[in-house]
Each structure stands twice: as C-alpha cells, then as structure tokens.
C-alpha cells in the first residue's frame, strides 16, 4: 500500500477561510444553547428570602431590573434587562454553584470566567467573587501548574549559631482529638531539633501563642524564621509580632513545598 500511495504527489494549496465552507461547516457548528443545570424555580424561591435581592428592588443602581418570567420552569426572577438578554439576580447561597455551573464547563481563566458568568447572572460583588473562586480552581491549578509564576531559587546561608534559624510549618488537619485538629511543626536548621505543638485551630494567633511558649521559651528567640506563603505566615499580626521580636522572617518560593524541608 505504502509503495502505491508513493507514485502520488502532494500539492498544498491556500484556502481562504471565507471560501473554505466545507471545513467550516464542521469545526464551527453553532450551538444555539448551552444548558448549565441551574434550577431557576428554585432560585426564585431563594430570591424571595434573600436580603440582598430585596434591597436591590427599591435601590437606585445601574441595572434595571424586572420580574420576567422564564417559559422552561414557568418561575419569576427578578433580572436585569439592561443587556438585552435577562441576567437573574443571584441570591447569595447561590452564588457560588451559579459559578460552578458556568466555569465547570471549560474551566476558562479568571477574565473568561467573570465575562461568561455576568454575561448571564448578575450580583453585587460578581467580579470580584468570580476572580477569587476562578483563581482557587483546583482542577485549573492542576491543568494548568505551567503559567505558574516561580521565582528563582536562592540558597539559605549557614546558620551561625544552634536554633538560630528555625522552619515553621502547619500540618492537618488530622481527626479530631481532644479538640485538636493540626500541628505546628518547629526544626531548628542546625540541629535538625523537631518539635511539634497540636492546636485547636490556624488562626495566627494561636499559632504565635504556640511559637512563643513552646519554641521562644525553651530555646530563645531566633534570629531568622522560615515559613511558606500561608495566609498564617503573611498577616500583618504575624509580622508585627517577628518585628517586636526582632526576627527575620523568610518565605519559601510559591508552589514549592520542598523548600521548606531540611
């Protein structure tokens, strides 16, 4: 077969896309509707008892808003007709499944994502809540890990002294026992000296709490500590608190994990 297909030649010709219908005609059929599984009968019954949905009724805004009517479930919404196209007002226990609904789809980045989803919801604050549950997307970090940002990796210089420079990390949460669900794990960098606390919670000052009387009191204040990019580890209290202690404080590149390890 191989040799008969060999006696042909191959000429490559240019087709205009104007002129290339037959392609055409298959790659871009048009989809007239896109179903996103959104119950809107019972999102008008949520809008009824939504605080926010009934202050928009009487509020002065942008949006115009009246009650339409939708043919499929035969419920009335309260949505903005400014667009031409009714955009329901989403109460707030339904924003984030309206989301869901609409990213789920393609999984597209954070700008597509607020344009897909105001292109046919509406909502106090959309822009900014859809930015935030588009950027925390597992499945497009996972997809996309290769547009991560990652700075270049520098070296940490030798301790001079033992528990001069101590690596801080949260671990959990693990079953519930006597009302502990993490630990706050310690190593000084030049002993390798581990040290775990349990705590009830993440909140950065329980885990300055932990650091200062588990650590600092046995061991004295460090001069450097390592941490990664937690919320914890960059609040303004856990800054404020290195400052008055006089630490230096050091986080570990984004979505690199093993940095701080020893």
Known sequence: ??????????????VAGKDNRVADCLSRVHVSSVHLGVDYAAMAAAQVLDQDVQVYRTAVSGLRLEDVTFQDCGASLLCDVSTGQPRPMVPRDWRRRVFEAVHSLSHPGVKAS???VGAKFVWPGLRKDVKGWA???????????????????????????RFDHVHVDLVGPFPPSRGFTHLLTMVDRTTRWPDAVPLSSTTTPEIARAFVSVWISRFGVPSDLTSDRGPQFTSGLWNAVAESLGVSLHRTTAYNPQANGL
């Open 1 to 14: 077969q191989l040799s008969a297909i060999s006696e042909f030649t191959t000429d490559i010709q240019h």
């Open 114 to 116: 607020v344009k897909l």
């Open 135 to 161: 950027s925390s997307c597992v499945a497009c970090q996972r997809a996309k890990v290769h547009r991560h940002t990652k700075a270049p990796l520098e070296p940490f210089l030798i301790p001079e002294r």
